[in-house]
């Protein structure tokens, strides 16, 4: 059993490698319309490999319309890697679904990839013949307002152009536009003849019910000429001739929300959803006063990340919560827009016991199935522990002050006889030492007074640095005649200016937090609350035993 163990732990360890410095294969598409060309990337990491993959198993499914290779070097940290990429451009022989099989290259080979090849759809007969003609199409007839409509635009040309071609900006008032990435090209063979295309998309999310206009867009660029009478000038007019065409206007038609999605809920159409979280640190093991960030992520397929609505906040008895700004992504997919939205937030638990977190949970519409869903996290309990360190500062529980209460009750009735006594003998000791003192005594201070934490502590508040004025005033309170829990809780605004200063420590916005107003609390604290320094100005006092 054990030699059989050891025997699947190499042959995992061995395709590991295998995968690591394997060829991996990729497209630029996987949906395409007979006739257009496709590219295939295959790329290494390993720098033994040499020569360049073998191409003959594409002959049967596809016609190989050219191969370059590009190698890279790249250095991240002092890590030095090499990559090498082939660029194979590929013409499928038939439409439907075409496998392009693995391809190897010395003993590693490349995963098998599935294409979707679709019939182009049939084009106008005078657009077949003209040199340069466009095609728009949608990727469906109807949507709901606010949903996604993706706006396909592809540019033919038969003959060569220069760089000097433009595309008039799309531009909707009832409707906001997001633009697909960059514009691609690739070959088409319409009619026998090898065609170069233009394809650009847009996602269009319409405001309004009703129908909708999709204009025409004007394409214009200027044709190569075959037979140039002179050479042309670097920098002056190309020679040929300008051509312009344009797409025709096509309607599209919006739906009203449903009357059956909730009234007070934020209208989410999409074509799927997904909500995840993650903690940082894991809260199986969270103690009192641990700073635990929680993410929440809102992923929607046909919506944009600004689209998305803010998910509910944490607000829990036994949690401060710190929030941060949220952060809103878009990613290009082959259906248009994928949009996230993450919100994280610092938790600091500040009580023991077991914490209840409800169940987050969003409403949307299904737009590829046409109904109402719900996508939720389930609730989860933290327990979360007593943190040794922070009990001077921690206010204690119900139990643990009705304990303690009752002992005192205890204790004070047991021994009342013996502290009165020795009270007594310890006054009438100290009356007696006074009597052969000095009237005034400097006492010998072996540590910090507090003038000088005082001090210490308003250097570091007004300069902003919100570390150094937690451990200043962590050595100032331990000389106050009670905690900074029983101070914050009977003086609010010192209480506010805690606050402020934990969310600095505990969230992303230390280095914008001002601590002027902490150090104003602390004066505005009255006298009798805090220690008087021993070693103040005492010259004015009259002497306890005049002559």
Same mark, same amino acid.
């Given at each position: 059993?054990?030699?059989?163990?050891?025997?699947?732990?190499?042959?995992?360890?061995?395709?590991?490698?295998?995968?690591?410095?394997?060829?991996?294969?990729?497209?630029?598409?996987?949906?395409?319309?007979?006739?257009?060309?496709?590219?295939?990337?295959?790329?290494?990491?390993?720098?033994?490999?040499?020569?360049?993959?073998?191409?003959?198993? =594409?002959?049967? =499914?596809?016609?190989?319309?050219?191969?370059?290779?590009?190698?890279?070097? #790249?250095?991240?940290?002092?890590?030095?890697?090499?990559?090498?990429?082939?660029? !194979?451009?590929?013409?499928?022989?038939?439409?439907?679904?075409?496998?392009?099989?693995?391809?190897?290259?010395?003993? !590693?080979?490349?995963?098998?990839?599935?294409?979707?090849?679709?019939?182009?759809?049939?084009?106008?007969?005078? +657009?077949?013949?003209?040199?340069?003609?466009?095609?728009?199409?949608?990727?469906?007839?109807?949507?709901?307002?606010?949903?996604?409509?993706?706006?396909?635009?592809? !540019?033919?040309?038969?003959?060569?152009?220069?760089?000097?071609?433009?595309?008039?900006?799309?531009?909707?008032?009832?409707?906001? !536009?997001?633009?697909?990435?960059?514009?691609?090209?690739?070959?088409?063979?319409?009619?026998?003849?090898?065609?170069?295309?233009?394809?650009?998309?847009?996602?269009?999310?319409?405001?309004?019910?009703?129908?909708?206009?999709?204009?025409?867009?004007?394409?214009?660029?200027?044709?190569v000429d075959s037979q140039p009478l002179q050479e042309p000038a670097p920098f002056g007019p190309k020679q040929g001739k300008l051509m312009r065409v344009s797409?025709?206007?096509?309607?599209?038609?919006?739906?009203?929300?449903?009357?059956?999605?909730?009234? +007070?809920?934020?209208? =989410?159409?999409?074509?799927?959803?997904?909500?995840?979280?993650?903690?940082?640190?894991?809260?199986?093991?969270?103690?009192?006063?641990?700073?635990?960030?929680?993410?929440?992520?809102?992923?929607?397929?046909?919506?944009?990340?600004?689209?998305?609505?803010?998910?509910?906040?944490?607000?829990?008895?036994?949690?401060?919560?710190?929030?941060?700004?949220?952060?809103?992504?878009?990613?290009?997919?082959?259906?248009?827009?994928?949009?996230?939205?993450?919100?994280?937030?610092?938790?600091?638990?500040?009580?023991?016991?077991?914490?209840?977190?409800?169940?987050?949970?969003?409403?949307?519409?299904?737009?590829?199935?046409?109904?109402?869903?719900?996508?939720?996290?389930?609730?989860?309990?933290?327990?979360?522990?007593?943190?040794?360190?922070?009990?001077? &500062?921690?206010?204690?529980?119900?139990?643990?002050? #009705?304990?303690?209460?009752?002992?005192?009750?205890?204790?004070?009735?047991?021994?009342?006889?013996?502290?009165?006594?020795?009270?007594?003998?310890?006054?009438?000791?100290?009356?007696?030492?006074?009597?052969?003192?000095?009237?005034?005594?400097?006492?010998?201070?072996?540590?910090?007074?507090?003038?000088?934490?005082?001090? &210490?502590?308003?250097?570091?508040?007004?300069?902003?640095?919100?570390?150094?004025?937690?451990?200043?005033?962590?050595?100032?309170?331990?000389?106050?005649?009670?905690?900074?829990?029983?101070?914050?809780?009977?003086?609010?605004?010192?209480?506010?200016?805690?606050?402020?200063?934990?969310?600095?420590?505990?969230?992303?916005?230390?280095?914008?937090?001002?601590?002027?107003?902490?150090?104003?609390?602390?004066?505005?604290?009255?006298?009798?609350?805090?220690?008087?320094?021993?070693?103040?100005?005492?010259?004015?006092?009259?002497? =306890?035993?005049?002559?």
């Open positions: 059993m054990t030699r059989f163990t050891a025997l699947l732990l190499a042959l995992l360890l061995w395709t590991c490698q295998a995968q690591a410095a394997g060829l991996v294969a990729s497209v630029d598409r996987s949906r395409l319309n007979s006739g257009e060309t496709v590219e295939l990337t295959l790329e290494s990491k390993d720098v033994t490999l040499f020569g360049k993959p073998d191409l003959s198993p =594409l002959d049967a =499914l596809f016609e190989v319309r050219g191969t370059r290779q590009v190698n890279q070097l #790249t250095t991240l940290n002092g890590d030095t890697r090499a990559t090498t990429r082939w660029i !194979i451009t590929l013409l499928p022989r038939h439409s439907g679904t075409v496998e392009i099989p693995p391809l190897q290259l010395g003993d !590693i080979k490349s995963q098998a990839i599935s294409l979707h090849v679709l019939e182009s759809p049939s084009q106008d007969n005078a +657009n077949k013949l003209a040199p340069v003609f466009i095609d728009a199409s949608l990727d469906q007839d109807s949507v709901y307002v606010q949903a996604q409509a993706v706006l396909t635009l592809r !540019i033919y040309h038969s003959v060569s152009l220069y760089d000097d071609s433009s595309l008039t900006p799309l531009q909707i008032a009832d409707a906001r !536009i997001e633009q697909l990435g960059e514009s691609r090209t690739y070959e088409k063979v319409i009619n026998g003849l090898r065609h170069g295309v233009i394809e650009q998309r847009y996602a269009i999310y319409p405001q309004h019910s009703g129908e909708l206009k999709i204009p025409p867009l004007m394409f214009s660029a200027t044709l797409s025709a206007e096509i309607p599209l038609t919006v739906k009203a929300k449903p009357a059956d999605y909730p009234a +007070n809920i934020p209208w =989410l159409p999409a074509r799927s959803l997904s909500l995840s979280e993650s903690w940082s640190p894991e809260p199986d093991h969270s103690q009192v006063g641990d700073s635990l960030t929680r993410s929440l992520t809102l992923k929607a397929e046909g919506l944009s990340g600004s689209q998305l609505p803010p998910l509910p906040a944490t607000d829990v008895n036994g949690l401060r919560r710190y929030p941060d700004q949220p952060v809103l992504s878009n990613q290009n997919s082959e259906r248009g827009l994928i949009g996230s939205r993450e919100e994280r937030e610092a938790l600091v638990p500040n009580r023991s016991g077991p914490i209840e977190l409800p169940a987050v949970e969003v409403v949307w519409w299904n737009t590829f199935e046409d109904h109402l869903e719900r996508s939720s996290l389930p609730a989860r309990t933290l327990q979360v522990a007593n943190n040794p360190t922070l009990m001077v &500062d921690t206010p204690t529980g119900k139990t643990s002050a #009705t304990s303690a209460a009752g002992n005192a009750t205890l204790w004070r009735w047991q021994l009342s006889s013996l502290i009165l006594a020795c009270t007594t003998l310890l006054g009438f000791g100290l009356w007696w030492r006074a009597r052969w003192q000095p009237a005034i005594l400097r006492a010998a201070q072996t540590g910090p007074s507090p003038r000088t934490l005082l001090d &210490d502590l308003k250097r570091a508040s007004l300069a902003n640095d919100p570390q150094a004025t937690r451990q200043a005033l962590d050595a100032w309170a331990r000389q106050q005649p009670e905690t900074l829990a029983d101070m914050a809780a009977r003086f609010v605004p010192l209480s506010d200016a805690l606050d402020g200063l934990n969310g600095a420590l505990y969230s992303e916005t230390g280095q914008h937090w001002q601590g002027e107003e902490l150090w104003r609390a602390i004066r505005a604290i009255p006298i009798t609350e805090r220690v008087q320094d021993p070693t103040g100005d005492s010259s004015s006092l009259p002497p =306890l035993y005049p002559k």
